[in-house]
């Protein structure tokens, strides 16, 4: 499996350096013009196949070494490979082989995956060069999906003092199981039809109290199940400078909870907030929980966006309190067609986060709790 951002790309010949399980980026001189074959090891996600990409490797080649297959890599970046219109996309290469394959290449080198896979936890492993070329090619066919984010302001009185924003994402996946099976269409009750009632919510409360110095933007944004791309986007283009985001509180799949939870931080000391988020709960009679172990979820929902473009984001939830909680919900309806409304769906939680978030609209809406600043 071969695959590429740009139309077309084809690397002829290169020469292979065996990285390991990619813990670190060998220098420039040692990657650049070759392939990195790097061993998967059953770690999700792109990061390190992206950090040997920007240190100089043509194309990265993965041994899928563990429970992965290339169907399920194909699968997940058929659903992550998109961007946005416009985007100034490489010409990167990125490749996947099964063991079988990488036995199979490398016949008569003198070298097999059981022998790299111990080099690999070897003490003092440094990258190996191999007797190998590779040739790879892949193209691409492009599919243009028209989509919006859907903005809402509800004015302050000071709009100069700056803005908070309130945003849960509206996508979700549609049609996703095969049509073998009974129910195929993923709905998306939990991720994220309960974080949209509780921003619609929140919305419609805040609406009906005095009026802020602040104005408090609402933002249903799209694209977040193929990249966090809405949030991208409004990062990109948004209604108002982002040095004014004073706060944004991402809202995602929050119908997890039975009311009366601790509230936890995802982004938790990864941003100014903290402090003032703690003085909320106090105000409100709430406990935060201690600790960044949910800090693990924070780059796989929409405020990961906004802060790679230095506004203040994060994610408070009571049902995000119980890290086995939601590995609970991953590992059963999340992604899944089972994500419906039905029997036994906790709300006493997301209720519990509407409260929340309209004291914390409130509260970083006020200037007299928290007064501008120089930025």
Not at 4 to 23: C, D, I, M, W
Not at 93 to 99: E, R
Not at 106 to 124: H, I, K, R, V
Not at 224 to 238: C, M, Y
Request: hydrophobic letters at 45%; proline letters at 6%; glycine letters at 10%.
């Amino acid at each position: 499996l071969v695959l590429t951002s740009a139309k077309r790309s084809l690397l002829e010949n290169a020469p292979v350096l065996f990285v390991g399980k990619g813990s670190t980026v060998p220098p420039r001189a040692e990657l650049a013009g070759r392939i990195a074959l790097l061993l998967d090891g059953g770690r999700e996600g792109s990061e390190r196949q992206n950090a040997l990409l920007q240190g100089g490797a043509s194309a990265v080649l993965t041994v899928l070494d563990s429970e992965r297959t290339l169907e399920n890599v194909s699968d997940r970046r058929r659903r992550l490979g998109y961007a946005l219109a416009g985007e100034d996309l490489g010409g990167d290469l990125d490749a996947f082989i099964t063991p079988e394959g990488l036995n199979t290449a490398l016949a008569g080198t003198g070298q097999n995956l059981a022998a790299l896979q111990a080099l690999a936890n070897s003490p003092g492993f440094a990258p190996k060069p191999l007797d190998l070329t590779v040739t790879l090619e892949a193209t691409t066919r492009e599919t243009r999906i028209n989509t919006h984010n859907m903005i809402g302001r509800l004015p302050g009185k000071r709009p100069d003092a700056g803005a908070v924003v309130l945003m849960a994402h509206w996508d979700h996946f549609g049609r996703c199981a095969p049509n073998a099976v009974e129910h195929e269409i993923c709905n998306g009750a939990i991720d994220n039809a309960s974080g949209l009632a509780v921003l619609t919510e929140t919305a419609r409360r805040l609406a009906k109290l005095p009026r802020l110095d602040r104005d408090i933007y609402f933002v249903a944004s799209t694209g977040e199940e193929l990249g966090l791309l809405g949030a991208q986007a409004f990062a990109e283009n948004p209604p108002l400078p982002l040095r004014q985001i004073v706060a944004a509180f991402n809202i995602d799949s929050v119908a997890l909870g039975p009311a009366g939870q601790p509230f936890a931080i995802v982004g938790k000391g990864l941003t100014p907030l903290d402090a003032q988020i703690a003085a909320v709960a106090r105000q409100q009679k709430r406990k935060v929980v201690e600790g960044d172990a949910i800090n693990v979820y924070v780059r796989r929902q929409d405020g990961w966006a906004l802060l790679q473009h230095d506004v203040p984001a994060v994610m408070v939830s009571s049902s995000w309190s119980d890290l086995a909680r939601v590995e609970r919900f991953m590992e059963s309806d999340y992604h899944r067609p089972s994500d419906v409304v039905k029997p036994g769906i906790e709300l006493g939680g997301a209720a519990d986060d509407v409260n929340f978030h309209v004291a914390l609209a409130r509260w970083f809406g006020d200037l007299k709790k928290v007064p501008l600043t120089a930025k």
